[in-house]
């Protein structure tokens, strides 16, 4: 599946590991690890292409630092449900009644983003 990263780069990408698994209905979740950041992020903004193309999903092997960030993601949008408020996530961000929020992490504290 190393040439589906490939295909996607243009180039060769440097794919450290690929495991294949085949999630619910039979479909094939792949799951890729890069050796470097930015490959990581250029194939994530691709998801997209390639589950339109192939039909693959593809899943993060995130870092420590990634998972607390998704896990404080979660807990917002479990606390502003609670409160009533329509809340939309992704693994990597959050809207608060159509407003886009982010984790401050020197202030420790939840932000809107473009408000200073």
Same mark, same amino acid.
Do not use: P, Q
């Given at each position: ?9 243009? /180039? #060769?990408?440097?794919? #450290? ?17 890069? &050796? ?8 994530? &903004?691709? @998801?997209? *292409? ?7 999903? =593809?899943? &993060?092997?995130?870092?420590?630092? *990634?998972?607390?960030? @998704?896990? /404080?993601?979660? &807990? ?19 809207? =608060? ?8 992490? *020197? *202030?420790?504290?939840? @932000?809107?983003?473009?408000? =200073?």
């Amino acid at each position: 599946m190393e040439w589906i990263v490939e295909e996607v780069f243009g /180039k #060769k990408g440097r794919v #450290k590991g690929v495991e294949e698994r085949t999630g619910e209905g039979g479909k094939i979740v792949l799951l890729v690890e890069l &050796e470097e950041k930015w490959d990581k992020e250029e194939l994530w &903004e691709k @998801r997209g *292409e390639i589950w339109k193309r192939w039909g693959i999903r =593809i899943d &993060e092997n995130l870092t420590m630092e *990634e998972r607390r960030y @998704r896990w /404080k993601i979660r &807990e917002k949008a479990r606390l502003e449900r609670w409160m009533g408020r329509r809340v939309e996530t992704t693994n990597r961000e959050i809207w =608060i009644e159509d407003k886009e929020w982010y984790w401050a992490e *020197e *202030e420790k504290r939840w @932000r809107e983003k473009g408000r =200073i």
